[in-house]
């Protein structure tokens, strides 16, 4: 242990020495990521006379893996191997990551591996008191490409699977997109989500306001003199309506969803965004034999930013009708469209509400804490059942140590509030540990 303890002190030191001593901390830490991928030359190396050229070049495309738009804290490494082109014209990595969680509940288990506070029992089972849990989930494979051509600019193709199906063992897609210059197509983040905005947690859940859809979808997103991005998307909308097919049916989608974002970033991996998203919610009464389509919309503004070089802020909010399919507590049924009491065949959007503040403070570049505290409130405009989730809250106190470049461990003490409607009330509380190795 001792001489992991000097070799992760090592990586953090070498990653920091000839940076300025105001760097952020996170930044060395992706430093060093970045400097632990292997070259692995395809058709020859450079001449000397082109070396310099060629060497900033790969460090621009490795950067691109810790700076993208919208990656998560979770997310996976640059590969370890990374092929290269003589000319750094091209560039391929397949990497992944293995990572194992375990947590324990007490006190009223939730039943699920995510801790989420609209699954808190009300009134737990005597058999379920206590649990024990571990999961494989979050184990996944990517494979990306960076290039630059003379017709397309540049360029890159990403596909991700991840381990998260049925019993947190199936192999699924949970990425698969093309981006060219300012475009994107495929199947990726949704421009109403900002996941960089979100604080790092053990629990895969993560803050119960988290808007994070992911759907096939056509992006436009340019930026203006290194610090203004803008973009503009048609998305394949996934709605949640809750019909009886008694009164009510949902109508197959048929508009896409149109998402918007407005950016400013000071520095790589700092920014301040504001993002919206408009959808058509479609149902038919089988009373009245007539279709309606509701319109749904949420705006959502978030930022990430050092505040010191060692300090991070996390911050997001959002509000809408008509958008708590996108991500949240309210992700965990059906609450696009509700009904009206006393009105049969009809259906409304009902207003939610989210926010979440984090902090994280770096010891080393490679060791870290972090708190967050975060909300979801559901804001209906009729009267509801008692015994309904009005408000859910996360927070989550945490540590994370990069033992070396490739392999990182962290523990977590989570604790969660869910309240009804008729004022019930219940907590909830979980310590889980998780170990991740990439490559």
């Not at 621009?60 to 370890?80: C, E, G, L, N, V």
């Not at 504001?274 to 009245?288: K, V």
């Not at 207003?351 to 409130?377: D, E, K, T, V």
Request: glycine fraction near 8%.
């Amino acid at each position: 242990m001792s001489r992991l303890i000097l070799l992760s002190v090592a990586v953090a030191l070498s990653a920091c020495a000839t940076a300025h001593a105001a760097r952020p901390l996170i930044d060395c830490q992706n430093d060093s990521l970045a400097a632990n991928t292997k070259i692995i030359h395809i058709d020859g190396r450079p001449a000397p006379e082109q070396a310099k050229t060629y060497v900033d070049s790969i460090r621009k495309r490795i950067a691109t893996f810790y700076y993208d738009q919208f990656r998560h804290f979770s997310d996976p490494a640059a590969p370890y191997f990374l092929f290269m082109s003589k000319d750094a014209q091209l560039a391929m990595g397949i990497g992944g990551c293995v990572r194992m969680r375990a947590f324990y509940d007490w006190g009223g288990a939730i039943p699920a591996s995510g801790f989420a506070p609209k699954l808190i029992p009300m009134t737990p089972s005597p058999t379920n008191m206590r649990h024990f849990g571990t999961t494989p989930a979050g184990t996944a494979l990517f494979f990306r490409v960076l290039g630059r051509n003379k017709t397309l600019g540049d360029y890159q193709l990403y596909i991700q699977c991840n381990f998260n199906g049925y019993q947190s063992r199936d192999f699924h897609l949970e990425k698969a997109y093309a981006t060219i210059n300012n475009f994107t197509i495929g199947y990726a983040s949704s421009t109403f989500s900002d996941p960089a905005a979100l604080p790092p947690t053990v629990d895969a859940q993560g803050p119960n306001n988290k808007i994070s859809p992911t759907s096939v979808l056509v992006r436009y997103m340019p930026t203006f003199k290194q610090r203004w991005s803008v973009g503009i998307s048609a998305e394949t909308p996934a709605t949640a309506i809750a019909d009886d097919g008694v009164n009510t049916k949902r109508v197959s989608d048929w508009m896409p969803d149109f998402a918007a974002l407005a950016q400013y970033q000071w520095a790589p991996g700092q920014h301040v965004r504001l993002s919206g998203i408009i959808r058509t919610l479609s149902y038919r009464d089988l009373i009245a034999q007539k279709n309606h389509n509701k319109i749904g919309w949420g705006v959502q503004l978030s930022s990430v930013a050092h505040i010191t070089d060692r300090l991070t802020s996390y911050v997001t909010g959002s509000y809408g009708h008509g958008y708590a399919g996108l991500g949240g507590d309210l992700l965990i049924g059906s609450y696009d469209l509700v009904g009206i009491p006393g009105r049969t065949g009809e259906l409304y959007a009902p207003a939610s509400f989210g926010w979440c503040l984090g902090l994280q403070y770096n010891f080393m570049p490679n060791l870290f804490i972090s708190a967050s505290a975060s909300q979801n409130r559901y804001l209906p405009a009729h009267a509801i059942d008692g015994n309904e989730y009005k408000w859910g809250m996360f927070s989550a106190v945490n540590i994370f140590w990069n033992m070396t470049p490739r392999m990182q461990i962290g523990a977590e003490l989570d604790l969660g509030w869910r309240h009804n409607f008729n004022g019930a009330q219940r907590m909830a509380r979980r310590i889980g540990a998780m170990c991740q190795f990439s490559f």
